[in-house]
């Protein structure tokens, strides 16, 4: 019975688990989670990117579509809602759940009518 457990714990875990890339310029970036971060904000998932640079995920994506008219139906397909139109066909759209941005934003980057898709990335301030 213990055996089953564990197996059925797993299983739960790989079917949520989310992408551990994002597009951009159309190229695939890998993301690692950032466990060390993980105090500093409830209201912010972190990740370290191949760079070595340490990003923060909210519930919210930046979506750049090639035709307006497409925007309701992804509104609904993925259960977004349109937070702020930033210009012509460029949309800042929020999640229902922040654990959910990076997946959303790799499938919509992956549609025919989607110039880039990618999560609103909060990034630490350097000084220069």
């Given amino acids: 019975m213990k055996n089953i457990t564990i197996i059925f714990i797993v299983l739960i875990q790989l079917g949520c688990a989310n992408d551990s890339y994002y ?9 690692t989670p950032n466990t060390s971060m993980l105090r ?5 998932d972190y990740y370290q990117n191949d760079k070595g640079i340490i990003l923060g995920v909210s519930d919210k994506l ?9 925007l309701e139906k992804y509104l609904s397909e993925f259960n977004l809602t349109l937070e702020k139109t930033l ?18 934003s790799n499938r919509l ?4 009518d989607v110039k880039y898709a990618h999560p609103d990335f909060i990034k630490k301030r350097m000084r220069r």
């Fill in 87 to 104: 210009s012509k066909n460029l949309y800042l759209l929020k999640t229902q759940n922040k654990s959910l941005t990076i997946n959303i």
């Fill in 62 to 70: 930046i979506v750049k579509l090639k035709d307006s008219s497409s």
């Fill in 40 to 44: 500093s904000s409830l209201s912010l």
């Fill in 109 to 112: 980057n992956e549609k025919e």
């Fill in 23 to 31: 597009y951009k310029n159309n190229k695939k970036v890998t993301l």
